[in-house]
């Protein structure tokens, strides 16, 4: 099974920071790499898929990229409505696995 | 309105039985795969079962393997999830969720999601 390890599981940033989450990946998943977002209460929400390429309707200001391995989710300018627990998801090959998870607060 | 309704979910013994449902509207439904994801109580998300769209693929996690069976009835639109002999670590809120694009077995990311099913699994 591929283990899909992120980091860090939280962090603090101010409202218009860059924030940056990384995810990796035990083996090479090509770019089948899905992220979500999840919000206190919520559903997950789909954010990018094949690593890169942004859902329908989700803001500008999220960003993914990387091959292989070693994958990046980036949320270019922190909003309050961003605080949320990010996930990243593995769909090379099943088992379809989760990264554990990074909490993003505001400072 | 494209949505998926989970229901079923509920308070059993260690050892017994549930069968989830889920019902989908909006879309069409024996045009996408769909899976069900669940998520215990504070913790991660981790991935269950898949049914692919033309019916003739699941898959299982290792962890609900020969104890929980995922089918579907095209007629009604619903998905199940049928769960035996569960355990404690069972307990969770268990999503179905349905891949972005249709009629794939090869991309499983997911656009839609149910509100979710709470199992709780106690004496």
């Known amino acids: 099974d591929i283990q899909m390890t992120q980091s860090p599981s939280s962090l603090s940033a101010s409202v218009g920071d860059r924030v940056t989450i990384t995810c990796r990946a035990s083996?090479?998943?090509?770019?089948?790499l899905a992220w979500y977002q999840q919000k206190p209460g919520e559903v997950p929400k789909l954010l990018i898929y094949?690593?890169?390429t942004l859902q329908s309707g989700v803001p500008s200001r999220f960003s993914g990229s990387g091959s292989g391995t070693d994958f990046t989710l980036t949320v270019s300018s922190l909003q309050p409505e961003d605080v949320a627990t990010y996930y990243c998801q593995n769909y090379n090959s099943v088992p379809l696995t989760f990264g554990g998870g990074t909490r993003v607060e505001i400072k | 309105q494209v949505q998926l309704v989970e229901s079923g979910g509920g308070v059993v013994q260690p050892g017994g039985s549930l069968r989830l449902s889920c019902v989908a509207s909006g879309f069409t439904f024996r045009s996408y795969t769909l899976h069900w994801v669940r998520q215990a109580p504070g913790k991660g998300l981790e991935w269950v079962a898949t049914l692919w769209y033309d019916g003739s693929q699941t898959y299982y996690a290792d962890s609900v393997k020969d104890r929980f069976t995922i089918s579907r009835d095209i007629s009604e639109k619903t998905l199940f999830l049928q769960m035996n002999n569960l355990r404690a670590d069972d307990a969770a809120v268990y999503y179905c969720a349905r891949d972005l694009v249709a009629m794939t077995v090869v991309t499983h990311f997911f656009d839609l999601w149910g509100q979710g099913t709470l199992v709780t699994v106690s004496s």
């Open positions: 094949a690593a890169s």
């Open positions: 083996q090479g998943i090509r770019n089948f």
